[in-house]
């Protein structure tokens, strides 16, 4: 049973345009969501992350979205670029086990010059 | 060092066989996490530590897994009589251990099980 889901494998956008990935989730313990970037042949690096106590995170090109009632998230990259081409990973934790986090399985993004 | 170092990047072993995967964690860093990604599926959490000892095993597939971590640093992933399934990126984090704090991965080993 998949407690992170992100639905879309894949997504394609063209250079300057906005990127946007999403990701659901099951669990409502769930009190803490990343947004993890990866590159072939290296490890996730973190990205971005909101509180469920909030319900936007921004960090210069990146903003995060969170919709507790819908359990969903939504990463937003405005302007994308070609050097955010990776895999993206949403990830949950509850309070008390922030160290175990439920990744969802990724979508590539491929920004197009 | 300046980041999470992990060894070996890659190994192929026999079925059957015993494998030892290393990671060496940023230092200072009290917190360690052992992560693996099967192929096509998210980053799956194995094992928790801090310091020393692991209050959390509870991702461990099967008793085949084991892991220490000696001195509060250097940890290591043993897999016995390594099975087909087992084939994966293992992956290796650390992090100072504060509550919500971002995770530091390693860029992990790719174990191939023949």
């Known amino acids: 049973d998949q407690q992170v889901k992100q639905n879309s494998p894949s997504l394609s956008v063209q250079e300057g345009r906005i990127s946007i990935l999403n990701c659901d989730y099951t669990?409502?313990?769930?009190?803490?969501f990343l947004w993890y970037k990866k590159y072939p042949a290296e490890g996730p690096t973190f990205l971005i992350s909101?509180?469920?106590?909030?319900d936007k995170n921004e960090d210069g090109r990146f903003t995060v979205f969170l919709n507790k009632s819908a359990k969903h998230l939504s990463l937003h990259i405005v302007p994308s670029q070609p050097g955010d081409s990776a895999v993206y990973f949403c990830?949950?934790?509850?309070?008390?086990?922030?160290?175990?986090?439920?990744f969802g399985k990724g979508t590539l993004l491929t920004v197009n010059p | 060092g300046a980041g999470v170092s992990q060894s070996p990047s890659n190994k192929v072993t026999e079925k059957g066989k015993d494998v030892e995967l290393r990671c060496d964690p940023i230092?200072?860093?009290?917190?360690l996490y052992w992560y693996r990604q099967s192929l096509g599926q998210g980053l799956e959490f194995l094992i928790y530590?801090?310091?020393?000892?692991?209050?959390?095993k509870s991702g461990l597939p099967s008793d085949r897994f084991s892991a220490e971590r000696t001195g509060g640093s250097v940890s290591t992933l043993t897999i016995q009589r390594t099975q087909q399934e087992d084939s994966a990126v293992y992956l290796c984090?650390?992090?100072?251990?504060?509550?919500?704090?971002?995770?530091?991965f390693g860029s992990g080993t790719q174990l191939s099980v023949l």
């Open positions: 984090a650390s992090s100072l251990g504060r509550r919500g704090e971002k995770l530091f």
């Open positions: 669990n409502s313990m769930f009190d803490y």
């Open positions: 909101i509180s469920s106590i909030k």
């Open positions: 990830a949950a934790s509850v309070s008390g086990s922030n160290y175990k986090l439920t």
């Open positions: 230092s200072g860093h009290t917190a």
């Open positions: 530590f801090q310091g020393n000892s692991a209050p959390d």
